[in-house]
T-cell receptor
Framework: SQQGEEDPQALSIQEGENATMNCSYK?????LQWYRQNSGRGLVHLIL?????REKHSGRLRVTLDTSKKSSSLLITASRAADTASYFC????????????FGTGTRLLVSP | NAGVTQTPKFRVLKTGQSMTLLCAQD?????MYWYRQDPGMGLRLIHY???????AKGEVPDGYNVSRLKKQNFLLGLESAAPSQTSVYFC?????????????FGPGTRLTVL
């Protein structure tokens, strides 16, 4: 079963605007990861945030994690047409051998 | 480094046919995974391996078998393909399990079962 649910399912913005995607999950986690998937391609890892972290940055990406609300958000600032892709959150639990459980994704379209 | 590669990129099968998907990684990773991705859904784990000679079932293992005879290769087999197995299949690898590391993905294999 899916652990993460992304919101919105689709997002359309103009170049230069910020894009925010949200992820909610159900059980306790060790970490939460965000991946990008360009059309017809494999997934590319963007950022990993651990359960004891609240915020993390990587270039134009900002990820927040609220374990009390079981939610995370991915902010892409000053978006570009090349950011057009699907974005997935994935969670790793905190007991035993850990696998990633993926959400359903947000499709982002950035128009020039 | 090529990273994670998958063979073939596309395949069309008839119901009942069999095939093997090959995944290879050159990063010396211990862990390897097979996922399927269906429209409007995230990735679902089929099988995984925590090292050479080991395999384990994931979330949706029925109708698939796997083998990890060499550390760098992870094979996914469909013994008798069904239309429900039409999907895009992704292989991934990682140095350790998900509590430590991200996963590295291959480009995918698009499989259609008629």
């Amino acid at each position: 079963s899916q652990q993460g649910e992304e919101d919105p399912q689709a997002l359309s913005i103009q170049e230069g605007e910020n894009a925010t995607m949200n992820c909610s999950y159900k059980t306790s986690i060790n970490n939460l990861q965000w991946y990008r998937q360009n059309s017809g391609r494999g997934l590319v890892h963007l950022i990993l945030i651990r359960s004891n972290e609240r915020e993390k940055h990587s270039g134009r990406l900002r990820v927040t994690l609220d374990t009390s609300k079981k939610s995370s958000s991915l902010l892409i600032t000053a978006s570009r047409a090349a950011d057009t892709a699907s974005y997935f959150c994935a969670t790793a639990g905190n007991t035993g051998f850990q696998k990633l459980v993926f959400g359903t994704g947000t499709r982002l379209l950035v128009s020039p | 480094n090529a990273g994670v590669t998958q063979t073939p990129k596309f395949r069309v099968l008839k119901t009942g046919q069999s095939m093997t998907l090959l995944c290879a990684q050159d990063m010396n990773h211990e862990y390897m995974y097979w996922y399927r991705q269906d429209p409007g859904m995230g990735l679902r784990l089929i099988h995984y391996s925590v090292g050479e000679g080991t395999t384990a079932k994931g979330e949706v293992p029925d109708g698939y078998n796997v083998s990890r005879l060499k550390k760098q290769n992870f094979l996914l087999g469909l013994e008798s393909a069904a239309p429900s197995q039409t999907s895009v299949y992704f292989c991934a690898s990682s140095p350790r399990d998900a509590s430590y590391n991200e996963q590295f993905f291959g480009p995918g294999t698009r499989l259609t079962v008629l």
